[in-house]
């Protein structure tokens, strides 16, 4: 399978940093996300690349096939990503910040290996590298972290990765955005039951001190505090289908404990766009449970590249971009 690495994302900008005797020119900014397949063919080989190289189970395979097909048959990830860097660029230009954006995925295209030849193609000599997931975990975050050093192994370059952003303030306004807009689609929004979700990851990493689960409760309790919630949930959502435990309680679990009438919004704040875990496993998969319960459940919609959260990336970018 052949795959034009023109179709990642980028374009230049020539305007010089607002207040600072230093340029910026040479600054590049690798947007990194996950990874969907674009089409039913590119599904088997993009669920293998998941499980390192091992093909899934036939079984495996066509249930996520039958996800896929129930959101239209392709997650929008890949377009919406490129639409973040674009918006970010545009951010940054108005910002008096001279660099250029790019994307590379984890799991498909464009990959990180496939997108960082790119970068030192056009020579640049300094890269901020941000992950489009707020919260750190070893086995999510430092994922990236890692295809990205093999990928620049061979070179100079020295990244500056960001490994989270979870206290980003302005990061917690544009969730909070999302979610007061989405209560305002309930008669009484004081009486809503607010779930916040994340990625369940397995329940091991709680032993090994790692930061994943109180970064994410730390974000909840900054947006709460800004609605005035005087209660919330947390729950985790997209378990893997493997042996060992993972993060809870599942979401479906938290909504069994809501009473038939009960109105439910659900705030994914571990994610930042539209992809298959929204899609699906909330408004598709919860959302038939909640009905099914008698339960009105509503979703906030994705951050995507809402205007506040672009202006949250851009502060994050320029924080690293001028720390040096």
């Known amino acids: ?74 997650s929008p990830l890949l377009e919406i990503t490129n639409t973040q860097a674009s918006a970010l660029q545009q951010k940054l230009k108005e910002d008096g910040v001279q660099t250029r954006v790019y994307v590379g995925m984890r799991h498909w295209h464009p990959y990180i290996n496939e997108t960082v030849p790119q970068i030192l193609g056009n020579g640049h000599e300094r890269l901020v590298a941000l992950p489009l997931a707020p919260h750190y975990s070893q086995i999510s975050i430092g994922g990236y972290k890692q295809a990205l050093e093999k990928a620049l192994s061979n070179s100079k370059i020295r990244p500056d990765f960001v490994e989270s952003w979870y206290d980003n303030p302005v990061f917690h306004e544009a969730v909070a955005e999302k979610a007061r807009s989405a209560l305002e689609k309930f008669p009484a929004p004081k009486e809503v039951d607010v779930i916040f979700t994340a990625h369940s990851l397995p329940e091991r990493i709680l032993k090994t001190g790692d930061p994943y689960s109180s970064q994410i409760q730390a974000s909840i309790q900054a947006v709460a505090n ?99």
């Open 226 to 324: 800004i609605l005035g919630l005087s209660h919330w949930s947390l729950a985790y959502q997209s378990a893997g289908m493997t042996n060992e435990k993972w993060l809870g309680p599942d979401i479906l679990e938290e909504l069994k404990l809501r009473g038939t009438g009960s109105s439910v919004l659900i705030v994914p704040i571990g994610f930042v766009s539209d992809h298959l875990e929204i899609l699906y496993d909330i408004d598709v998969k919860a959302q038939e449970f909640a009905k099914s319960r008698g339960l009105r459940l509503v979703r906030s919609e994705s951050l995507n590249a809402s205007p506040t959260f672009i202006r949250a990336l851009a502060e994050i970018v320029k924080a690293r971009a001028n720390a040096r």
């Open 1 to 74: 399978m052949l795959w034009n690495l023109s179709s990642s994302f980028t374009a230049s900008l020539r305007v010089p940093l607002k207040g600072s005797a230093s340029s910026l020119a040479e600054v590049a900014v690798l947007l990194m996300a996950y990874g969907t397949p674009r089409s039913d063919d590119e599904i088997a080989p993009y669920l293998t690349d998941i499980r390192r190289g091992q093909p899934p189970s036939r079984e495996a395979l066509e249930e996520l096939k039958q996800r896929y097909r129930k959101i239209g048959g392709r």
